[in-house]
């Protein structure tokens, strides 16, 4: 083994280890698009690239005049840096254009967050592996799996609660509202709650936890039984 071989930190696909660099070699982009979560996203990332090594190369601009620069990977660099590690597999690309480069670099963030992921298939996944203690570098735990059974269980009470429809006649509304009300004593209300991401999280984890220390039945009778206690308790 060679002193310059010697002196590489990184563990990856062997198949990478021929593109290795130093991560100082290849800067980042310096239009490069922050993320407001970018401190958690190298944490998890960390745990990642500890577990499973580097799979997939860091992509940059680089031509014959032109030095490297990163188009994808920023967080990747970022995360391996504070593992430790002198180097990173970097595959270049001379994009013809800078035009061309800066779309890619948006494509990269954009485009993995286009559509929404099966919450049921993923349910399934994470469950899997927490059976097999195998989540660790996922970037997912058993709580994600019980936030979003929270979540399709509030949209289903949703779906059951409402009682009209766009596409229905006047007439037809009318009949369902008198139905509704004929069946519960009274017509119901709605309430819609909007909620920044970070709050929504821990206000399902809420829901979630008072709704077994209740016995309720769902997310709405759990909400319900919370405000009253707490408007009992305050009242006493």
Known sequence: MSKVEEQVVWKGADELRQYLRPITEVPDHDRNIKRDNEDQVISELKLSLARFGQVRAVLADEGPNKPAVTIAGHHVKKAAASLGWTHVAVIAHDFELSSDALAYLIADN???????????????????????????????????????????????ESDQEFTGGYAATEEELAERARRAEEAVGQARKEVVLLLLPEVYEGFQRNVQLLRKRYGAGGAVETIVLAIEKEAARDAT
């Open 110 to 156: 954009a485009l993995a967050t286009i559509g929404n992921l099966s919450p049921e298939d993923q349910i399934s996944l994470i469950e899997e592996l927490a059976a097999q203690d195998a989540l660790g570098g996922t970037g997912r735990t058993i709580d994600h799996a019980e936030d979003m059974r929270a979540q399709m269980s509030l949209i289903a």
